[in-house]
């Protein structure tokens, strides 16, 4: 079965600075897809950026980009420049994509972001 | 990106009566939607698939008479938490998954119940 670990509960980061979230994940499958979610106080769940395992570049959107290392099971999230905005609750999940109906997300307990002015 | 809208957001109900909270896919046709329960500062907890026409599958542990899922249009799935008691206080999210092959899951805003 998979698994999605975080091990940061907690971070915080001056505004400006650059963040780096921690997320390693356990598969024997070979094609998968990473997200990461952000839930911002309003508990409004948004997409942050998606990796498909089969693609070797690093997914980017804006600020954000992800270090993928597939052998090391490994997908961290880079916030640069981060803004008071950026305030929010940070989930890392799995997904089989060829599981029919069935593509559900595996979480991790998720990381805190506090963006400090 | 898609909108899942869901409804209502906030609802205070009294113990023993049933709730029905609605989940829409605005632009997009959603073969596959999701129901889930999160606690305070806690991850999503997934309680049931809902597939479009059929039954929907219930996670272990999730009462399936308890929580009654209808996914009866493309763009439409409901959760009714019937006779409602207060440790059923939650908030409840659902999410919906296009029918294109896009492998995202769009969520919706959330409902917050409160069981007096």
């Known amino acids: 079965a998979q698994t999605v670990t975080q091990s940061q509960p907690e971070m915080s980061v001056q505004e400006a600075e650059t963040v780096t979230l921690s997320c390693t994940y356990d598969t024997s499958e070979s094609n998968y897809y990473l997200f990461w979610y952000k839930q911002p106080p309003s508990r409004q769940m948004i997409l942050v950026i998606r990796q498909e395992a089969y693609k070797q570049q690093n997914a980017t959107e804006n600020r954000f980009s992800v270090n993928f290392q597939k052998a090391a099971k490994s997908f961290s999230l880079k916030i640069s420049d981060s803004q008071l905005g950026d305030t929010a609750m940070y989930f890392c999940?799995?997904?089989?994509?060829?599981?029919?109906?069935?593509?559900?997300?595996?979480w991790g307990l998720g990381t805190s972001l506090a963006v400090n002015p | 990106g898609a909108v899942v809208s869901q409804h209502p957001s906030w609802v205070i109900c009294k113990s023993g009566t049933s709730v029905k909270i609605e989940c829409r896919s605005l632009d997009f046709q959603a073969t596959t939607m999701f129901w889930y329960r999160q606690f305070p500062k806690q991850s999503l907890m997934l309680m049931a698939t809902s597939n479009e026409g059929s039954k929907a599958t219930y996670e272990q542990g999730v009462e399936k008479d308890k929580f009654l899922i209808n996914h009866a249009s493309l763009t439409l799935s409901t959760l009714t938490v019937t006779s409602a008691h207060p440790e059923d206080s939650s908030f409840y999210i659902c999410?919906?998954?296009?029918?294109?092959?896009?492998?995202?899951?769009?969520f919706g805003a959330g409902t917050r119940l409160s069981v007096l």
């Open positions: 999410s919906a998954i296009p029918g294109t092959g896009e492998n995202i899951q769009y």
């Open positions: 999940a799995f997904m089989k994509p060829n599981a029919g109906n069935n593509r559900k997300l595996i």
